[in-house]
C-alpha cells in the first residue's frame, strides 16, 4: 500500500471511530550520514525512514498517534488518536482544518545527484576535505554530512490531498587548534537543497584557518559600542529574534515581545523581513506545510512596522484570518511523529546599500560578531549572548579574534539602532540576510 493511501485510510477511520475531523501526515527518507572524529570515520549509516501521524480532532481537543511501519492497521493508529482527543478537554478556539486549494510549483528543490549517492561517497568527500583542513598547529578535525530524499504526503477529512518531494545536501565541519596548552577552534555549518549548493573546500578552509588565528584571541574592553552582526549570527536575530517572535500562537498567548506590536513600528524604516515558504530552492520551501496548507509569502515588516503573523489552521481560525502554510511538526516537515506547531520558513531580509567593508571601516571602536550558540528570550526580547566568534574593531579596521565576550541588547532597540544593512545576502539555512550594523550595544569581557 503507497503511503498516501495508508494516510486516507487513517483519515477514514479516525472519522468512522467518531472524530469530527482528522489528517494524516506521511514522510519516506532515504538518509545517508557520515561522521568524523580526529579526522577518522566514526560512523557511516543509509537509513530509510517512514511512517506516517495523524490527528483526530474531537470538539475542537486534537490527539495524536503514530506508526513507522506501512503494514500497521490505520484503524488501530487512527482510534488511538481518536481517543486521546476524545480524553481531552473541548476546545472552542479550534474553527477547521485546511480546505483543498492548489499548490505552488517550486523550482530548485530536487537534485538527483543527492539522491544517487552511496556512503562511500560521503565518506570520499570527508576525507578529502580532512587532507584540506589539516596545517600547522590543527589538532583535530570533526566533520558530519548528511545527503537526505525524501517523499512527504499529506490527506485529511476535507479532501485535502497532496505529494511532494525534495532533497538536502548538510554539512558541518569543526576544527581545533593547539598550541602547548592552548586550544582554540573554529566551526562552519550550512545546507542547500542542491550538492553544488555548498562551497565545502571554502568552508573547510575557513574554519581550519580560523581556529588557528583564533590561538591568539585576547579578551575585549567592557563598553557601549557599534557592533557589525554578519554570517551566522543573523540567524539568531532574524529567526529566532524576530520571524519566532511573530508566532501567531505566542502572539495570540502574550508569550512573544511583539505580541502587542502588531501594526506598530518597531525598527528602522530600511526593515523588511519576509517569510517565503515557497522561494526557489529555499532550504525550507515546500509545496505545502504540515497540514496541507500551500507555502507562501508573508510580509512580518515592512517600512519597520510588524505587518503579519506566521499562522497554522488552529491559530488562523482562532483569528479568522487566512493561514500562512506555517504549520510544522514539533520535529520539523519531515517529522510524522510530532504535534502541529509554528515555524518560519525561508526568512528572507531585503538588502541595503553599504559593503561588510564600508561598515566596519565606519566603526571605530567596536566589534564584529559572526556567530553565537545563544538566542533572544522571546518573551521578554532579551538578548544577551557570548561571542563564539567575534572581531574587535579599531580605527575601522579589524584587529584581532576575541574570546570571553558577551554582547547585549534587547530586540526592540536592536531593531531600532540599526545603523546600515548590507548590500550583499548571506545564505544560512534558511535565511538570506545582510549583514547590519547597530549602534549602541553593551560588551561585557572577562578580563
Known amino acids: 500500500m503507497q503511503l498516501l493511501d495508508v494516510c486516507r485510510r487513517a483519515v477514514e477511520e479516525a472519522v468512522r471511530a467518531g ?21 577518522v570515520v566514526k560512523r557511516a549509516s543509509a537509513t530509510h525512514d517512514v511512517g506516517f501521524g495523524i490527528r483526530a480532532v474531537v470538539r475542537g481537543s486534537q490527539g495524536y498517534s503514530y506508526s513507522t511501519r506501512l503494514n500497521a492497521d490505520p484503524r488501530e493508529v487512527a482510534v488511538k488518536a481518536f481517543r486521546a482527543a476524545r480524553a481531552g478537554p473541548p476546545d472552542p478556539d479550534f474553527k477547521s482544518l485546511p480546505t483543498p486549494s492548489s499548490y505552488p510549483s517550486i523550482s530548485g528543490l530536487y537534485d ?137 500562537d505566542l502572539v495570540q498567548r502574550g508569550r512573544s515581545y511583539l505580541a502587542e506590536k502588531v501594526g506598530e513600528k518597531v525598527a528602522v524604516e530600511k526593515l523588511t523581513v519576509v517569510d517565503d515558504g515557497a522561494r526557489a530552492g529555499g532550504l525550507l520551501s515546500m509545496k505545502f506545510d504540515c497540514e496541507g496548507t500551500p507555502r507562501g509569502r508573508t510580509l512580518l515588516i515592512d517600512g519597520g512596522f510588524v505587518r503579519g503573523l506566521l499562522h497554522n489552521s488552529y491559530t488562523s481560525g482562532k483569528a479568522g484570518v487566512k493561514s500562512t502554510g506555517n504549520a510544522s511538526r514539533v520535529g520539523g516537515d519531515l517529522d510524522f511523529r510530532g504535534r502541529i506547531a509554528i515555524s518560519p520558513s525561508n526568512v528572507v531580509v531585503e538588502g541595503g546599500d553599504w559593503s561588510l567593508e564600508e561598515m566596519i571601516e565606519e ?80 560588551i561585557a569581557s572577562k578580563a
Do not use: W
Open 19 to 39: 472524530a469530527d475531523a482528522s489528517d494524516a501526515y506521511g514522510v519516506e527518507a532515504n538518509i545517508l550520514k557520515v561522521v568524523l572524529e580526529k579526522g
Open 363 to 442: 566603526v571605530k571602536v567596536g566589534v564584529l560578531v559572526e556567530d553565537t550558540d545563544d538566542s533572544p528570550n522571546i518573551a521578554t526580547g532579551d538578548l544577551s549572548a557570548m561571542m563564539t566568534k567575534g572581531y574587535a574593531i579599531e580605527g575601522g579596521e579589524v584587529k584581532y579574534p576575541i574570546k570571553q565576550t558577551l554582547f547585549a541588547i534587547n530586540m526592540l532597540d536592536l531593531l531600532r539602532k540599526i545603523r546600515a544593512l548590507g548590500k550583499r545576502r548571506v545564505k544560512r539555512f534558511g535565511l538570506e540576510a545582510p549583514p547590519i550594523m547597530v549602534s549602541d550595544v553593551s
Open 112 to 248: 538527483s545527484k543527492i539522491a544517487s549517492m552511496g556512503v562511500e561517497d560521503l565518506v570520499d568527500l570527508c576525507y578529502s576535505l580532512v587532507d584540506l583542513a589539516k596545517r600547522d598547529k590543527v589538532y583535530s578535525i570533526n566533520m558530519s554530512v548528511e545527503a537526505v530524499e525524501f517523499k512527504r504526503f499529506v490527506a485529511n477529512s476535507n479532501g485535502v490531498e497532496g505529494v511532494d518531494e525534495g532533497t538536502l545536501f548538510a554539512f558541518e565541519v569543526y576544527v581545533t587548534a593547539r598550541d602547548g596548552i592552548n586550544m582554540a577552534s573554529s566551526s562552519e555549518a550550512n545546507a542547500s537543497r542542491f550538492y553544488g549548493g555548498l562551497d565545502l573546500q571554502g568552508m573547510t578552509l575557513k574554519a581550519s584557518e580560523e581556529a588557528v588565528k583564533y590561538l591568539n584571541a585576547k579578551s575585549y574592553k567592557s563598553c557601549t559600542a557599534s557592533v557589525v552582526f554578519s554570517d551566522r549570527v543573523l540567524a539568531t536575530i532574524f529567526i529566532d529574534g524576530v520571524a519566532s517572535a511573530l508566532n501567531a
